[in-house]
């Protein structure tokens, strides 16, 4: 072998074999992955916490960092996946990690590189609805399709109503991307092989007015 070939070689290996610099590391650092999954090919199939392999196309920057300051709880009756699903006490009434605003800087670019499943999203309507559309639409999703039974969500006077057995929605409109709500009532499958929710034949445009509406639902109208 001529010397240049060797070094070549060397060279190739470095290409090869230094690590990329992404920020996954600091998930991993940080024992995330203990009770997350964060890569669609994780095999766990009953983490103790909901999957993050998909955080960059489902959460807002803004609510992920002030959730890993400030944990609040999501799912007041637990994970579904949880054998104590709805009986008694859930076990992730013990309060989630909280980090410094620096860990949580790096922990949430790392998050918001995340993007694990087809992207493919529709665009939803940025045009507000109007006070009929949303009477409408609130109409719906109270009493036509029940969300709100599985669901918590700000009544007319700006409490909070609802069931338990599904992730809070009262902050949705901090906490979620418009595009992800309106692909998870499209093809749930595509984020959850089982779901406990109901899967709706909704046509595009009620999917599109159900998404604005859930984007208006934001802590700061609680009452
Ligand atoms: C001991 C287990 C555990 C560890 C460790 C843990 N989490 Fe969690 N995490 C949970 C549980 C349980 C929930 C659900 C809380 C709820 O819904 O109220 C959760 C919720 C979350 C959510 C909100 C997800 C959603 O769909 O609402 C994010 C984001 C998150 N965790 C990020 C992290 C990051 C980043 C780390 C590592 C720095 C981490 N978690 C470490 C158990 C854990
Ligand atoms: C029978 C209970 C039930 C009903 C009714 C229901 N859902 Fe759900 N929903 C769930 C559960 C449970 C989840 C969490 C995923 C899972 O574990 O299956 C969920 C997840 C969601 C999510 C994603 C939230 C997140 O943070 O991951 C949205 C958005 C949502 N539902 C909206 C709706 C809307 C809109 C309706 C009415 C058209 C509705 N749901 C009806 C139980 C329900």
New binding site residues.
């Given amino acids: 072998m001529t010397l240049k070939a060797l070094i070549f070689l060397c060279l190739g290996g470095i290409f090869f074999f230094t690590p990329t610099p992404t920020q996954a590391g600091v998930l991993e650092d940080n024992h995330c992955g203990s009770c997350h999954r964060l890569n669609a090919e994780d095999t766990n199939t009953n983490p103790a916490g909901?999957d993050l392999h998909y955080a960059g196309q489902?959460f807002q920057p803004q609510w992920l960092k002030q959730f890993l300051k400030k944990p609040a709880v999501?799912?007041p009756?637990g994970?579904?996946?949880d054998p104590s699903f709805l009986q008694g006490t859930p076990d992730n009434m013990s309060p989630h990690p909280s980090f410094s605003e620096e860990d949580t800087s790096k922990l949430v670019a790392s998050l918001m590189n995340l993007k694990s499943v087809e992207s493919n999203f529709e665009p939803v309507g940025t045009e507000p609805l109007s006070k009929g559309q949303r009477a409408k639409i609130k109409y719906?999703?109270e009493r036509?399709?029940?969300?709100?039974?599985?669901?918590q969500s700000l009544n007319l006077a700006g409490k909070v109503r609802g069931?338990v057995?599904?992730?809070?929605?009262v902050n949705?409109g901090n906490?979620?991307q418009a595009e992800?709500?309106n692909h998870?009532?499209q093809k749930?499958e595509v984020?959850?092989s089982?779901?406990?929710?109901?899967r709706?034949k909704?046509d595009a445009l009620t999917r599109d007015q159900?998404?604005q509406?859930?984007m208006t639902l934001k802590n700061e109208n609680i009452r």
């Fill in positions: 909901p489902k999501i799912r009756g994970l579904t996946t719906q999703f036509t399709f029940g969300c709100i039974s599985c669901h069931g057995s599904g992730p809070s929605l949705s906490r979620l992800w709500v998870w009532l749930p984020f959850i089982k779901s406990r929710m109901p709706y909704l159900l998404t509406f859930l």
